[in-house]
């Protein structure tokens, strides 16, 4: 499978007290292979500039790096691919401009996005909010466990539960047959951002084992 890492950090600058560039080392240290860029209210310059410095940080740990929305962003840096929200440009777009060689992740939130975003051609996607997430009146009320166990039985695309994910109810999710989780704050705003990734590395382990161990 082209989407080789099962937990996918995203960036908010304001939700940690370090520099971002510091707070993803951290959570590189700790075991994170895919990290989203995502920081909608910076000029696309300090975008650029950011994006390049994560762009060096990702490599020196073998993690992927994608842009959130700006596919000219993530071409110009040479990141893994680009990870588009509803406003974005279609990923059949992106495609066109992305050949094979980059990756698209699409954030859907009900079963129709989810299917829209597999005959479009993406590669990944997120699907969320799964449960209540502080930035709640941004990304609409908790879809629950049971939308993600239905949208795995209809959508054949990796999917990584979105939304209020916590060391807590990683379970829940990959129980529920998601192929990773997503998160800011449970890593990003954690005391010790490290330790906070290898935690969630570790369980994210032992409940895939625990598949494996069902038979599946
Ligand atoms: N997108 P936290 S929920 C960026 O449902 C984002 O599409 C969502 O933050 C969606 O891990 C969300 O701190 C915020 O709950 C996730």
């Known amino acids: 499978m082209k989407i080789d890492f099962n937990i996918y950090l995203i960036t908010d600058r ?3 007290t370090l520099s971002l560039p510091e707070a993803v080392r951290l959570a590189l240290k700790g075991g994170v292979r895919a990290v989203q860029l995502r920081e909608k209210d910076l000029p696309v310059r300090e975008l650029l500039s950011l994006a390049r410095e994560l762009r060096g940080i990702t490599r020196e740990f073998g ?3 994608f842009i959130n929305d700006r596919v000219d962003v993530a071409v110009a840096v040479d990141a893994d691919g680009v ?3 509803g406003q974005s440009m279609p990923a059949s777009a992106v495609r ?10 699409v954030s859907t939130h009900d079963l129709d996005e989810a299917k829209r975003a597999e005959t479009e051609g993406a590669d990944f996607i997120t699907f969320g909010p799964v449960f209540a997430t502080p930035s709640k009146m941004k990304f609409g009320a908790p879809v ?14 990796p999917i990584f539960g979105l939304g209020g994910v916590n060391g807590g109810n990683i379970w829940q999710i990959l129980g529920a047959g998601a192929d990773g989780i997503a998160m800011i704050s449970a890593i990003l ?3 010790d951002i490290q330790r906070a990734a290898e935690e969630m590395n570790r369980r994210i382990g032992e409940a895939a084992n625990r598949r494996i161990g069902e038979g599946e």
């Not at 066109?96 to 992740?105: D, N, S, V």
């Not at 629950?144 to 695309?157: A, P, W």
Request: without cysteine.
């Open 83 to 85: 990870h588009l929200g």
């Open 144 to 157: 629950g466990v049971e939308s993600l166990i239905d949208v795995k039985k209809q959508v054949n695309l």
């Open 63 to 65: 993690a992927k790096l």
């Open 189 to 191: 705003s954690a005391d």
């Open 14 to 16: 304001h939700a940690t």
């Open 96 to 105: 066109k401009i992305f050949g094979r060689h980059m990756l698209i992740g």
